[in-house]
C-alpha cells in the first residue's frame, strides 16, 4: 500500500531564506507526483506537477524534483517570503486512472 | 474562468440527520474526485468519476457514504445517519482526464456533526 510521508511536519525561517520540503513515498510505481498549498480555510492550489519520466519542474521561484527510484521529492523554495506561509502538500498517483495519496503536509511560516 | 464550486461552504447538522454536499467541477472536465480532509489527518480518497464509466468507490468508508454525477457534471456526496467521526471537510477535484494531468481542488464544504 503506497504512503507518502512529508518532514517536516512544521517548518519556520525567516524573511529571504531559501529551503527545502521533503516527500517520500513507499511505492516507487508512481504516474506522478503533485505538490500543491494549503492556505488555511481554503482549498487547494497546485504548485508543481512532475510526471514519472520527468526529474524536476520549476515555476518561478519554485523548484520540484522527483527520484522515483529512492521515493523521493523535494520541494525548493527560493528566497522566501512572509506570503509562503501556508502548508504544503505531496500527492502521488499511483496510475493513470487513480486518485491522489497525500502525505499530511508541512506547515511553513515565513518571518518578516 | 471558473474555478470548481463547492455548496454549502458550512454545514452544521445533527447526529443522525443526512446531509448533502455539491460540487460543481470546471466545465469539460470529465474527471471529478471527492476527498475527505479530517483534523489531524491528511486528505483521504472517497470516490472518483470518470466520464460515463462506473464510478471508483473504493475511498467511501461505509455505506452511509454515496455519491452520484449527474450528466457528467454536478457531483453530490450524501451522508446518511451523520456519525460526529464524519466532521471533516470535503473537498472536490476536477480534471479533463483521469489521466496525466493536474487536478483542480475546490474551496471545500466544512462540515460538522454536533
Known amino acids: 500500500k503506497q504512503e507518502v510521508t512529508q518532514i517536516p511536519a512544521a517548518l519556520s525561517v525567516p524573511e529571504g531564506e531559501n529551503l527545502v520540503l521533503n516527500c517520500s513515498f513507499t511505492?516507487?510505481?508512481?504516474?506522478?507526483l503533485q505538490w500543491f498549498r494549503q492556505d488555511p480555510g481554503k482549498g487547494l492550489t497546485s504548485l508543481l506537477l512532475?510526471?514519472?519520466?520527468?526529474r524536476e519542474q520549476t515555476s518561478g521561484r519554485l523548484n520540484a524534483s522527483l527520484d522515483k527510484s529512492s521515493g523521493r521529492s523535494t520541494l525548493y523554495i527560493a528566497a522566501s517570503q512572509p506570503g509562503d506561509s501556508a502548508t504544503y502538500l505531496c500527492?502521488?498517483?499511483?496510475?493513470?486512472?487513480?486518485?491522489?495519496?497525500f502525505g499530511k503536509g508541512t506547515t511553513l511560516s515565513v518571518s518578516s | 474562468g471558473a474555478g470548481v464550486s463547492q455548496s454549502p461552504s458550512n454545514k452544521v447538522t445533527e447526529k443522525g440527520k443526512d446531509v448533502e454536499l455539491r460540487c460543481d467541477p470546471i466545465?469539460?472536465?470529465?474527471?471529478l474526485y471527492w476527498y475527505r480532509q479530517s483534523l489531524g489527518q491528511g486528505l483521504e480518497f472517497l470516490i472518483y468519476?470518470?466520464?460515463?464509466?462506473?464510478?471508483?468507490k473504493s475511498g467511501l468508508p461505509s455505506d452511509r457514504f454515496s455519491a452520484e454525477r449527474t450528466g457528467g457534471s454536478v457531483s453530490t456526496l450524501t451522508i446518511q445517519r451523520t456519525q460526529q467521526e464524519d466532521s471533516a471537510v470535503y473537498l472536490c477535484?476536477?480534471?479533463?482526464?483521469?489521466?496525466?494531468?493536474?487536478?483542480?481542488f475546490g474551496p471545500g464544504t466544512r462540515l460538522t456533526v454536533t
Open positions: 500527492a502521488v498517483r499511483p496510475g493513470a486512472g487513480t486518485a491522489l495519496i
Open positions: 511505492d516507487s510505481a508512481i504516474y506522478n
Open positions: 477535484a476536477s480534471s479533463f482526464s483521469g489521466g496525466a494531468v493536474e487536478q483542480y
Open positions: 466545465s469539460g472536465h470529465t474527471a
Open positions: 468519476f470518470q466520464g460515463n464509466s462506473a464510478p471508483d
Open positions: 512532475i510526471q514519472s519520466s520527468q
